[in-house]
């Protein structure tokens, strides 16, 4: 056997254990990629499911009262309040009494609902938002009104929190409220009608109460946990 038959007859192995490296390498990373997939699919499905739930629990909750506070439950789980003349005075951020009886009526109610043991792990923001229009003076730039109603939403936010962490009847679940309710202001960002009509205009100046669900980071601990394996 001469030097160059001796070297093909050496690299014949060599190539099929690094094709056959490959192959398991390529079966790891599919075996892998399909378990990301079958749990992500999982993990969504299990929100949907949560989701759908909640919605019907909501439903269920406040079905009798929600046209009497002139509030709507919304399919994404938002509770809207739509009535600015019963929220707010123009310009204040002193929640009116009508409104603060609406609150008394509503949020321990809701507290219990989503603290309940079905429903709490998934629970990881509970949004209070406040909406205003476009509106402000006359003579102030658009961009002047959305900075001076950016201040005036915030301040009512905070001030529903602080009415609300002030209830006795929350009192046994204060410390998850403080570390799981914020106060959003929001100005003009998000309207409801773009439309320039006084009605339009009006039903932009809203407070909604928004959850938000633990299902992304949910999703990013399983990934970092298969990533560690």
Request: hydrophobic share 45%; net charge neutral.
């Given at each position: 056997?001469?030097?160059?038959?001796?070297?093909?007859?050496?690299w014949?192995?060599?190539?099929?254990?690094?094709?056959?490296?490959?192959?398991?390498?390529?079966l790891?990373?599919?075996?892998?990629?399909?378990?990301?997939?079958?749990?992500?699919?999982?993990?969504?499905?299990?929100?949907?499911?949560?989701?759908?739930d909640?919605?019907?629990?909501?439903?269920?909750?406040?079905?009798?009262?929600?046209?009497?506070?002139?509030?709507?439950?919304?399919?994404?789980?938002?509770?809207?309040?739509?009535?600015?003349?019963v929220?707010?005075?123009?310009?204040?951020?002193?929640l009116?009494?009508?409104?603060?009886?609406?609150?008394?009526?509503?949020?321990?109610?809701?507290?219990?609902?989503?603290?309940?043991?079905?429903?709490?792990?998934?629970?990881?923001?509970?949004?209070?938002?406040?909406?205003?229009?476009?509106?402000?003076?006359?003579?102030?730039?658009?961009?002047?009104?959305?900075?001076?109603?950016?201040?005036?939403?915030?301040?009512?936010?905070?001030?529903a929190?602080?009415?609300?962490?002030?209830?006795?009847?929350i009192?046994?679940?204060?410390?998850?409220?403080?570390?799981?309710?914020?106060?959003?202001?929001?100005?003009?960002?998000?309207?409801?009608?773009?439309?320039?009509?006084?009605?339009?205009?009006?039903?932009?100046?809203?407070?909604?109460?928004?959850?938000?669900?633990?299902?992304?980071?949910?999703?990013?601990?399983?990934?970092?946990?298969?990533?560690?394996q």
């Amino acid at each position: 056997m001469d030097i160059e038959q001796s070297n093909q007859s050496h690299w014949i192995p060599l190539a099929d254990l690094m094709t056959g490296l490959m192959m398991i390498f390529m079966l790891l990373t599919a075996a892998f990629m399909l378990r990301v997939e079958q749990t992500t699919t999982l993990v969504v499905k299990e929100f949907e499911e949560t989701k759908s739930d909640l919605l019907q629990a909501l439903q269920k909750e406040f079905a009798t009262d929600l046209k009497q506070w002139n509030a709507e439950l919304l399919g994404d789980m938002t509770v809207r309040f739509n009535d600015p003349t019963v929220l707010f005075d123009t310009g204040s951020a002193e929640l009116k009494p009508k409104f603060k009886t609406i609150l008394k009526e509503f949020f321990p109610r809701y507290v219990a609902l989503l603290t309940s043991d079905k429903y709490k792990a998934a629970v990881k923001e509970i949004r209070i938002e406040g909406h205003t229009s476009v509106q402000w003076t006359k003579d102030t730039s658009p961009k002047g009104a959305y900075f001076l109603n950016m201040g005036l939403s915030q301040a009512r936010t905070r001030s529903a929190l602080e009415f609300l962490l002030s209830l006795p009847a929350i009192q046994k679940n204060e410390h998850w409220l403080i570390e799981h309710v914020t106060a959003n202001g929001l100005s003009s960002s998000r309207p409801i009608s773009d439309s320039v009509k006084p009605a339009a205009l009006l039903a932009n100046q809203r407070v909604e109460f928004r959850i938000v669900t633990n299902a992304s980071d949910r999703m990013d601990q399983i990934a970092r946990e298969l990533q560690a394996q």
